[in-house]
Structures are given as structure tokens and as C-alpha cells.
């Protein structure tokens, strides 16, 4: 029987094992026999030469990944810090939406009023970028964003924005639904901007915009 804590941070290890690079599967040399390759002196100074060479390649290639592969963690972990601030603002404006709705004694002129202000939203933004973005589930949107295109991190950031506003004013003013599907639009639009404003910045291969979407699901 394994205890839950060993079974925890073993979960942990291997996770830190495998996401840092480490080599954990079974690995050797093949060792020669010295009876039936014999090499002079000279040989065996150039396959050490050789051989010194390309572990100081090795050394400097495995530093240079390391230092990237700690750079990606750092900008994942500021990432992963500005989605959980993401996620609290979305839970604070959906409870201000609620409490601001309910001094509306009509609940009839509460959904008008709400749904008036989304209308307002849509019409605006396809007078504005050509396509609607905020209306319905979202997914169209969430789908160029992981194709890629979808990469503007202005617009990114402003439909992360209102988003926000037009789930929170929906259900706030009575409209049936969850919040599942706005997660996902909010995440993916305020991941991708992060991604994409890095990528502007110091390009790297292991951090990139479509990753950073995904990572950024608010589920």
C-alpha cells in the first residue's frame, strides 16, 4: 500500500524529472573489446581530442538549452500569476454584475437592459473589427486564436476585456448559461496577447502563442 504523500511526490519528481529535460530512461555505452580493435597512441589522441570537443559542445549547448528551458518556466509561472488575477477580476465582476442587476426590481426590464448593453457590444465591434467576437460561446474566436490567426495583442486584450463584461452583464442580468465556454474565450485571448507581446520582445523556440493559449484556459 502506497501512502497518498509518497504517491504525491513522486507524482511531483517525475513531473519535475520530465519537465526540466532529465534523461530517465535506461541509457549505456557500448565498450569496445580491446583484443580485437587495438589503436596506437595517435589514434587514441585524436578520438580524445575528438571526444573533449564535442562534450564542451554538449556542455555549451545543454547550458544554453537549460538557461531557455528556465526562462520559459519563469515567463509560464508570470503567465500562470496574471491568469489567476484574470480569473479573481471575473469572479469580482460577475458578483458586482449580480448585485448591480438585482436593484432593478423588473426582471423583465433587468434582461432588457442587459441584453440591450451586449447588443450594443456586438454591434460595435463589427462595425469596429468586421466580426462580432464576444456574441454566443465564443468559439470561432478561440479557434483562429490557436491557428494562428489571431495575433494582434491589442485586440487580444480588448476582447479578454469585453468578454469579461459581456458574460458577466449575461448573467448578471438573468440570461441563462455558465461561465465554462467564457473561461476558455477569456483565457486563450489574455494568454495569446502574453505570448505574443514575448514573442515581439526575445522570440524563443520553447515558449510560444498557441501554447500560452492553451496554458491559459481559465477552467
Avoid: W
Amino acid at each position: 500500500m502506497i501512502r497518498p504523500v509518497v504517491a504525491v511526490i513522486k507524482s511531483l519528481a517525475s513531473a519535475l524529472s520530465i519537465g526540466t529535460g532529465a534523461a530517465v530512461g535506461r541509457e549505456g555505452f557500448d565498450h569496445p573489446d580491446r583484443r580485437r580493435h587495438r589503436l596506437d597512441a595517435r589514434a587514441i589522441r585524436a578520438h580524445g581530442t575528438v571526444a573533449a570537443h564535442y562534450a564542451r559542445c554538449r556542455r555549451r549547448r545543454r547550458r544554453h538549452r537549460r538557461h531557455l528551458q528556465y526562462a520559459a518556466l519563469l515567463l509560464y509561472a508570470l503567465l500562470g500569476a496574471l491568469i489567476g488575477i484574470a480569473a479573481a477580476g471575473f469572479i469580482r465582476g460577475l458578483s458586482f454584475a449580480e448585485d448591480t442587476f438585482e436593484r432593478i426590481r423588473n426582471p423583465y426590464l433587468r434582461n432588457f437592459v442587459g441584453m440591450l448593453s451586449i447588443g450594443v457590444m456586438i454591434y460595435a465591434f463589427m462595425i469596429g473589427a468586421g466580426h462580432y467576437f464576444v456574441e454566443g460561446v465564443g468559439y470561432s474566436t478561440v479557434q483562429a486564436i490557436l491557428a494562428g490567426g489571431l495575433d494582434l495583442p491589442e485586440l487580444l486584450i480588448l476582447l479578454f476585456a469585453a468578454k469579461l463584461a459581456a458574460t458577466s452583464i449575461s448573467l448578471g442580468a438573468g440570461s441563462s448559461g455558465g461561465s465554462f465556454s467564457p473561461s476558455l474565450f477569456m483565457g486563450a485571448t489574455l494568454g495569446a496577447a502574453f505570448g505574443v507581446l514575448v514573442e515581439a520582445v526575445h522570440p524563443m523556440e520553447s515558449f510560444g502563442t498557441t501554447t500560452c493559449a492553451v496554458k491559459s484556459f481559465m477552467t
